[in-house]
């Protein structure tokens, strides 16, 4: 809400000014700024969240998000203390090699960080496509080419397949679900590789249940056992990022699924917290486990 007594501030005193300034923002953008709820993608890459009363009683509610695409790089990461040198060593030649990684996190968890950092480290003579949300901005300085994924399943199918006929070399995905990422993973068998895949979940755990359970539902005849070896076998490593209290992100877990095993995860690198330092900054160290993953 605006200062009424505010020359400038005069449009945002009332929810009918905060309405028009919405419709402004909206003009041309394909989105019903009466309803109740409504979300958008504005042209210059901002992300908009509006609920209007009565949904919202005290009066509008209104989150406008700018995308993180600030060009950072894994040794970048490494002086933030999001990763560990190895940690670093190890993905960058993970992107050499073509690996498929799987990454997680709660939203805004600094995923998307991690991706664009894995994207600077794709070597120069690989080719690397970006499937995205539409309008979402460019990453500083990247030159890789874009596929916007639309709104339906529909949409989204014919984005992945024609990403997957273009055959680069590096494919860069943001959270799919149903019939999507089931399409992905077929690529997977049928030898594609050079997948980096999002995911929202807490933590790698429950990513891999709420995935498998999701693929076998696609499927109607796979079985959720069936489904679950089909992801584990189809991503060489995964990570699982997490924002710590004190507001920072790390990867708490660098791990290599295993299909067919008691144990499907084995952890090559995670983070232990130590203690709460003055001023509030969290201090750990990262461990290595001492097992070489197969992909090494």
Known sequence: RGNPASRDCLDYATDAGVARALRRMCDGIDVEVDASYFEATLDSGYELFVARPP?????????????YRERVSLNGLVRRGTISRGMATLLGHCMAARANLLVTGAVDSG???????LAV???????????????????E??????L??????AEQLSAVRAAQRLGVEHLLLPPLRG???????????????????????DNLSQAIDRMSVDLAMTRGGVAP????????????????????RDGRPRVA????????????MRDIFTFAFHRMAAGGSIEGTFYASGSVPRIV
């Open 141 to 146: 300085g990247d030159s890789a080419p874009r």
């Open 121 to 139: 480290a794709v070597p120069k003579a690989h080719r690397a496509l970006w499937l995205c949300k539409p309008n979402q901005l460019a990453l």
């Open 55 to 67: 949904a919202s009683p005290d009066g509008h509610l209104v989150v406008l998000r700018q995308p």
């Open 148 to 153: 916007a994924l639309g709104a339906d399943v």
């Open 253 to 264: 877990r660098l791990a290599e699924l295993r299909s067919g095993h008691a144990s499907p």
């Open 111 to 117: 995923v998307g960080e991690l991706i664009d950092a």
């Open 179 to 201: 019939e999507p990422l089931a399409l992905v993973l077929d690529g997977v068998s049928d030898g594609g590789s050079g997948i980096v895949l999002a995911n929202r979940a």
């Open 225 to 244: 056992e069936t489904a679950r070896d089909w992801l584990l076998s189809s991503f060489d490593l995964a990570l699982e990022v997490t924002r710590l």
